[in-house]
């Protein structure tokens, strides 16, 4: 390629990196971006490759946010810098009270934070309306509580289907993708019964797949095993564990050091700031490992 090919390509692929990337995934983006880093102009810093790799879905920068509670104020965070690249997966720890959940609202776009910027998807969220997060919350984000948030004495369908109420889409449609999202959490069977005909387990897998229906980029689960044992919490993880693999990015808010271990990055906070951040093997890579030196030793 000449330089002047080379540079048209690297503009289109930033330009499109994000269809790109949703193409062919973000392993492959990185294989290219590799290919793309061999072949540049001399003179152009390999690192950061011009735009090729800023797949940051979250771009946080200095949150903080501090509640008024009568005459007291609570700094729940105190500045707080973070990227995350599409299809990460992230668990976020620390001690209760340490400003955990208040990340998620405001990952989440369920709050805004006092001060800082935050982008989600190349969006500026600090300034929105109320409709506009409502409408970067339907298209981008699906969300998991530790108590499943299910309405109950309606059906695991209904309940899946309700975020496809609010983004209307037709009763048809919406059946038949509640119905896909329920199998694809192994609850296709069970799609007639209510919560309380549910195990936790099941509960937590019908909140999965109604947070999966609206096909987001980005999964917050604050505590998703919180009220969970630890046979089913594994099951949760291995489930969020292939959502990821497919592409999705997860956020997990997690107490347990064992359910972190699923995730690939780790990060820590205490009293509203980051005090580590560290990639990491999974539990997930252990395992498939495990399995394979089985398989060599049977
Ligand atoms: P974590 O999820 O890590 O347990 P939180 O983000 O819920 O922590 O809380 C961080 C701090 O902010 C705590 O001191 C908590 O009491 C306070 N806080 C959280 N939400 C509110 C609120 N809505 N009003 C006032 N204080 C709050
Ligand atoms: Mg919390």
């Given at each position: 390629m000449s330089n002047k090919e080379q540079r048209f390509t690297l503009g289109l692929l930033a330009m499109e990196g994000s269809v790109l990337s949703s193409l062919i995934g973000p392993t492959d983006m990185f294989r290219i971006a590799q290919k793309l880093a061999q072949v540049r102009d001399p003179g152009t810093p390999l690192w950061p490759p011009h735009g090729v790799?800023?797949?940051?879905?979250i771009e946080a920068r200095e949150l903080t946010k501090v509640y008024a509670m009568g005459d007291q104020t609570v700094h729940a965070l105190r500045g707080v810098s973070l990227d995350i690249e599409e299809g990460a997966f992230v668990a976020i720890m620390g001690a209760s009270g340490s400003g955990k959940s208040t990340l998620m609202n405001i990952l989440g776009c369920l709050d805004l934070p006092t001060s800082g910027e935050y982008r989600l998807a190349n969006e500026a969220?600090?300034?929105?309306?109320a409709d506009q997060l409502a409408s970067i919350r339907n298209r981008r984000i699906g969300f998991v509580f530790q108590q499943f948030n299910l309405l109950p004495r309606t059906s695991a369908l209904e309940n899946v289907e309700l975020p496809m109420v609010y983004s209307g889409v037709k009763a048809a449609l919406r059946r038949e993708r509640a119905m896909a999202a329920l199998q694809k959490v192994g609850l296709g069977e069970r799609f007639q019964h209510t919560p309380s005909e549910l195990s936790g387990g099941q509960q937590q897998r019908v909140a999965i797949a109604r947070a999966l229906v609206n096909n987001p980029q980005l999964i917050l689960a604050d505590e998703p095993t919180g009220a969970l044992d630890s046979q089913t919490s594994e099951d949760i993880m291995r489930l969020l564990t292939d959502l990821n693999g497919q592409g999705m990015t997860v956020v997990i808010v997690t107490h347990e050091a064992d359910i972190a271990a699923w995730a690939r990055r780790r990060i820590v906070f205490r009293d509203g700031r980051i005090v580590e951040d560290v990639a990491a093997w999974t539990a997930g890579q252990a395992r498939n490992d495990d399995a394979r030196d089985g398989e060599v030793a049977a």
């Amino acid at each position: 390629m000449s330089n002047k090919e080379q540079r048209f390509t690297l503009g289109l692929l930033a330009m499109e990196g994000s269809v790109l990337s949703s193409l062919i995934g973000p392993t492959d983006m990185f294989r290219i971006a590799q290919k793309l880093a061999q072949v540049r102009d001399p003179g152009t810093p390999l690192w950061p490759p011009h735009g090729v790799l800023t797949m940051a879905l979250i771009e946080a920068r200095e949150l903080t946010k501090v509640y008024a509670m009568g005459d007291q104020t609570v700094h729940a965070l105190r500045g707080v810098s973070l990227d995350i690249e599409e299809g990460a997966f992230v668990a976020i720890m620390g001690a209760s009270g340490s400003g955990k959940s208040t990340l998620m609202n405001i990952l989440g776009c369920l709050d805004l934070p006092t001060s800082g910027e935050y982008r989600l998807a190349n969006e500026a969220v600090e300034g929105m309306q109320a409709d506009q997060l409502a409408s970067i919350r339907n298209r981008r984000i699906g969300f998991v509580f530790q108590q499943f948030n299910l309405l109950p004495r309606t059906s695991a369908l209904e309940n899946v289907e309700l975020p496809m109420v609010y983004s209307g889409v037709k009763a048809a449609l919406r059946r038949e993708r509640a119905m896909a999202a329920l199998q694809k959490v192994g609850l296709g069977e069970r799609f007639q019964h209510t919560p309380s005909e549910l195990s936790g387990g099941q509960q937590q897998r019908v909140a999965i797949a109604r947070a999966l229906v609206n096909n987001p980029q980005l999964i917050l689960a604050d505590e998703p095993t919180g009220a969970l044992d630890s046979q089913t919490s594994e099951d949760i993880m291995r489930l969020l564990t292939d959502l990821n693999g497919q592409g999705m990015t997860v956020v997990i808010v997690t107490h347990e050091a064992d359910i972190a271990a699923w995730a690939r990055r780790r990060i820590v906070f205490r009293d509203g700031r980051i005090v580590e951040d560290v990639a990491a093997w999974t539990a997930g890579q252990a395992r498939n490992d495990d399995a394979r030196d089985g398989e060599v030793a049977a």
